[in-house]
């Protein structure tokens, strides 16, 4: 079993910055991916980044350049850096673990971008 905690997020004003993060505790295996996703008012989850253990990234094309996914795994703990943040960036950031076994996702966590 795996859990996931969420942390750093809130309200910001458009143009400003945040760092989310998330760790992890349980049996958590060596070999994973460790993501981000977000799903705002009446739309579906998508794709943020991921990240895998040894460091290769996945940033879906409209965020790439504002948004930078990072890790440590010493901590067992991935970050989300979100710069030039803009209104339609609002939404429940989650955190997701893949490993072998099933996927595990965080509660989630509110970013409030105000214009």
């Known amino acids: 079993q795996v859990q996931l905690v969420e942390s750093g997020g809130g309200l910001v004003q458009a143009g400003g910055s945040l760092r989310l993060s998330c760790a992890a505790s349980g049996s958590i295996f060596s070999i994973n991916v460790m993501g981000w996703y977000r799903q705002a008012p009446g739309k579906q989850r998508e794709l943020v980044a991921t990240?895998?253990?040894?460091?290769?990234?996945n940033y879906a094309d409209s965020l790439k350049g504002r948004f930078t996914i990072s890790r440590d795994n010493a901590k067992h703990t991935v970050y989300l850096q979100m710069n030039s943040l803009k209104p339609e960036d609002t939404a429940v950031y989650y955190c997701?673990?893949?490993?072998?076994?099933?996927?595990?996702w965080g509660q989630g966590i509110q970013v409030t971008v105000s214009s």
């Open positions: 997701k673990l893949a490993q072998s076994g099933p996927d595990y």
């Open positions: 990240i895998t253990n040894t460091g290769g990234t």
